[in-house]
């Protein structure tokens, strides 16, 4: 086992260990904890995959924003302090249970038999510094899914307001 | 060329995405089921990337996929959590089965 | 001069060739990366001790008293005596706390301080790990903080602990953008997020190139690390201590060290990124000496804010972000873009301006910056002037001062 390969695991397990934490923790604010695991995790794998410019736009975005959004949200409902905590799931709980893990088995079945039978490009990305490389690629062949992502975050921005507005 | 196989990445995406729908469909809290949803983009999320690091390396595709979604979730979060405090104010409650204005 | 400029990393390359002799090199390496990490980690923790020093006497000072004199010379050893007393204290968890939440705050409050120092270049070639996104790194590690905030506020289960981590996580969340927008007007001048990139390009500093960018960052910078006047999150007097209130000992201490360590770190970072980092101004010192000098008096002036600012309300904080910091920050980084067009600094990584004409950018970058801020204040006038009369009615002295004058 490689070194690459010890990180990786580690950070799978960190990253399904936290997720499943995240799922059945009792108080909300613990669950969005661990929720902050998983996207380290990820971020981690993201390093791993030569994508150094992802890991820490994950980091920042997810963790940074996303992550503290929601736990600032939590503070504003009630039990904030997780103190009693009612029941976590809905009745359909066991339903969703066999669905998510049945879909689970399926995929991991299809991608074991799958095996390595992937057209895998033998190389290393040939370019080092991905922020650059990004940048202009937003600002030439990416230019409409750039200017479609800045019209959501707009829209999501006004939306946002005008829905927790004061009447 | 990475020591680590490619299935590696899809299968820990694939398990990732199942928990998140398994939050998704099953939890009591609406920022419960947010959660969920938040997880499930970022298996997607390694599924690109491991894609673009494997198959298509020559491209960028891959991580523009990837920053759009991230910027999609941001908006989301934003969206999902202003309803939510909306919710809560009308109805004093955040609670998905006790939103059920509509279902008569 | 130049063994001298050079004494640390002739150091580290000595420690090398000593240990190659014994090890292979990938562990030779590995030992290397980890002692300086612990290096830059003792260093951090031993300024943040003497920072602790250093705010007291120049505080005391600016109250005209004397501060701590009784513990060594001067009261030197202060600091130490302190750190014993949390030391040896004893560690309370009260009976609410979540347990594992409350343990785990006060060291994700340290880590992300000391990570972002792994990118700042202290001196010439002296820098941890010279990443080509250094800039996106410590922006990132820096929103890291909060959430230790967050929890610790959360899990002490007390109301102005959790009023403190929410007040954190809003001011942190809110402050986060004009700097990050300032920043991008930097890095639209240097077309690079490498933090030696930015030392190379400042022949002439840019505080002198973009004094407003330097003035929305400092203020940012003091919110983002709730420093006073922006101390709402532990404001004493509304707050008892805010998030901290129910930590003692060694934790507290923690809590207290990243919030030191985090302002050590920012004023590096803006040492780097306007103050020209490592270069020398006219006394040829060695580098880092010359950092070190400049991050001295970057803390000073934080120090100064401290003595001299009342602290912000909650409200009128966030009014100052969003209703100025953020346009007008936005509005210099569009002014940049159209600066940067017609006066390049750097064209394909090369640094384009030469000689006498570093005095012409400098003067118009300059000039931009300062019609940019009378601008700004024109607009803000009658909004400023409103606020002002409403806050005058506010005080009951200021009413019944209104009252008698409408009674002659």
């Avoid at chain 3, 990938?26 to 943040?48: C, D, E, K, N, Y």
């Avoid at chain 3, 006497?57 to 109250?63: D, F, T």
């Avoid at chain 3, 004094?211 to 400092?218: K, N, R, T």
Wanted: hydrophobic share 60%; aromatic share 10%; proline share 4%.
């Amino acid at each position: 086992m490689t070194l690459e390969q010890g990180i990786f695991i580690l950070a799978s397990l960190l990253m399904l260990g936290s997720a499943l934490a995240m799922v059945t923790a009792r108080s909300m604010f613990v669950a969005a904890l661990w929720m902050i695991g998983t996207f380290a995790g990820v971020a981690v794998l993201f390093i791993l995959l030569n994508a150094g410019f992802l890991g820490i736009v994950q980091i920042l975005i997810y963790i940074g924003a996303i992550a503290v959004l929601i736990l600032f949200a939590i503070m504003l409902t009630p039990d904030v302090m997780g103190l009693k905590p009612g029941p976590r799931y809905t009745g359909q709980w066991p339903l969703a249970a066999v669905m998510a893990s049945t879909l689970a088995a399926v995929i991991v079945l299809l991608l074991v038999r799958a095996g390595n039978d992937w057209h895998i490009a033998d190389a290393a990305p040939n370019v080092t510094d991905f922020a650059v490389q990004l940048g202009e690629a937003f600002m030439t062949t990416y230019l409409l899914p750039f200017e479609v992502a800045s019209g959501v975050l707009l829209v999501a921005l006004i939306g946002a307001l005008v829905i927790v507005r004061d009447e | 060329m990475s020591s680590i196989p490619l299935n590696w990445y899809l299968i820990v995406a694939a398990l990732l995405f199942c928990i998140g729908l398994f939050g998704a469909l099953s939890r009591r809290s609406a920022i419960g089921i947010l959660m969920g949803i938040e997880l499930m983009l970022n298996a997607v999320n390694i599924n690109l990337v491991a894609f673009w690091r494997y198959v298509e390396v020559d491209g960028l595709a891959g991580q523009m996929f990837a920053i759009v979604v991230i910027t999609v979730a941001a908006a989301e979060a934003a969206v999902a959590l202003a309803l939510v405090r909306a919710l809560y104010r009308s109805r004093d409650t955040v609670t998905v089965e006790e939103i059920d204005l509509l279902k008569w | 001069m130049q063994q001298l400029d050079r004494l640390f990393i002739l150091i580290g390359d000595w420690f090398h060739s000593l240990l190659a002799q014994w090890l292979p090199e990938p562990v030779v390496s590995a030992i290397g990366m980890l002692l300086s990490a612990l290096i830059i980690m003792t260093i951090a923790a031993v300024t943040m001790l003497y920072m602790t020093y250093l705010e007291r006497k120049v505080v005391a000072r600016i109250q005209d008293r004397i501060g701590p004199n009784r513990v060594g010379p001067f009261g030197l050893l202060q600091p130490l005596a302190d750190g014993i007393k949390m030391f040896t204290k004893e560690m309370i968890v009260p009976t609410q706390a979540h347990k594992v939440v409350y343990n785990i705050a006060p060291v994700l409050a340290v880590t992300p301080a000391m990570m972002a120092f792994a990118v700042i270049p202290f001196g010439r070639d002296m820098v941890a790990s010279d990443l080509d996104i250094g800039l996106l790194y410590l922006i990132a590690v820096s929103s890291v903080t909060e959430i230790a905030i967050v929890m610790g506020g959360w899990a002490s289960r007390n109301k102005y602990s959790l009023l403190g981590g929410m007040r954190a996580a809003a001011q942190m969340l809110s402050y986060e953008i004009p700097m990050v927008l300032v920043l991008l007007s930097l890095v639209l001048m240097v077309g690079s997020l490498r933090l030696s990139d930015f030392v190379d390009v400042q022949t002439v500093p840019f505080i002198l190139l973009q004094p407003f960018a330097f003035i929305v960052f400092l203020i940012s910078a003091a919110a983002e690390v709730a420093r006073s006047p922006f101390d709402i999150p532990e404001a004493e007097s509304e707050l008892i201590a805010g998030y901290h209130t129910e930590y003692g000992g060694m934790r507290f201490a923690l809590f207290q060290m990243a919030e030191f360590v985090a302002a050590l770190g920012m004023a590096c970072i803006m040492v780097t990124l306007f103050l020209g980092g490592w270069r020398s101004w006219i006394i040829p010192l060695p580098s880092w000496l010359w950092f070190v000098i400049k991050t001295f008096i970057l803390i000073n002036v934080w120090f100064w804010f401290r003595g001299t600012f009342p602290r912000l309300r909650i409200d009128q904080l966030q009014a100052l972000a969003w209703k100025f910091l953020v346009p007008a920050s936005l509005l210099h980084a569009i002014m940049t873009a159209v600066l940067v067009t017609f006066f390049p600094l750097v064209k394909d990584g090369q640094l384009v301006v030469q000689g006498a004409e570093w005095l012409t950018t400098t003067v118009v970058y300059f000039v931009a910056n300062v019609v940019l801020l009378f601008v700004l204040m024109l607009l803000y006038r009658p909004y400023v002037r409103r606020t002002v009369r409403q806050l005058r009615v506010a005080t009951p002295a200021a009413a019944a001062r209104q009252q008698e004058v409408q009674a002659a």
